[in-house]
């Protein structure tokens, strides 16, 4: 009979994702995506409680089904991979819910202009991402196809924004500028920490 401690290690290095070999920026990228998606996720949620009810519920509705979808994926990554979550989570699930409710509030062009300015930013860094990834002969494709997926979906949502008023919302431009700045920031702190 093997000890238990024998059977984890083996079990550890039998895995179909060698964690030894794996993409320096590899780390780097699950962290930051699963934090962001975690953050879409909350964004969405405050919106559905302050405009669930009204013509734009559906809209949100399914822009939050797939960013809920995006989540459990970059969890499922976080573990297959070893990775640390960022420790910054819970500010994120809380920020991203005031986020989504407080630009709700405001009305349903600022909810528009919210997602707009955010998925605008997570476009670029899955852009970003994708190019740092393409430069690895031996790159995960399963990654690759997930953050291509995710990029074009989070682009559909961002010209979803645009067709449902975003640009009428009073201050647009210093609105999205805000946000946009704001995601950044959360970009770079989850990297690090």
Known sequence: MRSPLIQHIRLAHSSSRPYWKKNPHLDQIIRVDHAGELGADRIYAGQMAVLGRTAEGPLIQHMWDQEKKHREKFEQLINEYRVRPTVLTPIWNVAGFVLGA??????????MACTVAVETVIVDHYNDQL??????????????????????????HHDAGLQHGAEQA???RALTELIKAGCRAAIQLSKKI
């Open 170 to 172: 009073p201050g647009y």
């Open 102 to 111: 407080g630009t709700a509030l405001l009305g349903k062009e600022a909810a």
């Open 131 to 156: 190019r740092t990834l393409m430069q690895d002969p031996n790159v995960d494709k399963e990654i690759l196809e997930t953050i291509t997926r995710f990029r074009d979906e989070e682009q559909e």
